[in-house]
């Protein structure tokens, strides 16, 4: 059984950060892309970041290039998100799921999810 488990969402200033990450078990890690989305209350759920099979390419949406990072372990099976400089428009719950290794297509594991608040 596919088990994501999201962490180390919360409140923060704007301007500030937070660091989330995502732990996965019950799948071959490595055989999988990830990535994280969000969802808000009464809009689409957006894609925020990818990242490689191998962690080699890391991909970002335009509304948090050069604020975000991410990176995965597979040694670890986690992957991470490391969110800097936040603004109020980056909260939202945020999830992490695994993608197909070619296509990047979201598949259907994914966690709960982890909230962020920014507030001003």
């Known amino acids: 059984q596919v088990h994501i488990v999201e962490s180390g969402g919360g409140f923060v200033q704007a301007g500030g950060s937070l660091r989330l990450s995502c732990a996965v078990s019950?799948?071959?890690?490595?055989?999988?892309?990830m990535g994280w989305y969000r969802q808000t209350p009464g809009k689409e759920r957006e894609y925020v970041a990818a990242?490689?099979?191998?962690?080699?390419?890391?991909y970002l949406a335009n509304s948090v290039k050069g604020r975000f990072i991410i990176s995965r372990n597979n040694a670890e099976n986690t992957v991470t998100l490391q969110m800097n400089n936040l603004k109020l428009e980056d909260t939202a719950l945020y999830h992490c799921q695994a993608l197909d290794k070619d296509t990047y297509s979201p598949t259907d594991y994914w966690g709960q999810g982890t909230q962020v608040t920014v507030s001003s």
């Open positions: 019950g799948l071959t890690f490595s055989d999988y892309a």
């Open positions: 990242v490689s099979r191998f962690g080699e390419n890391g």
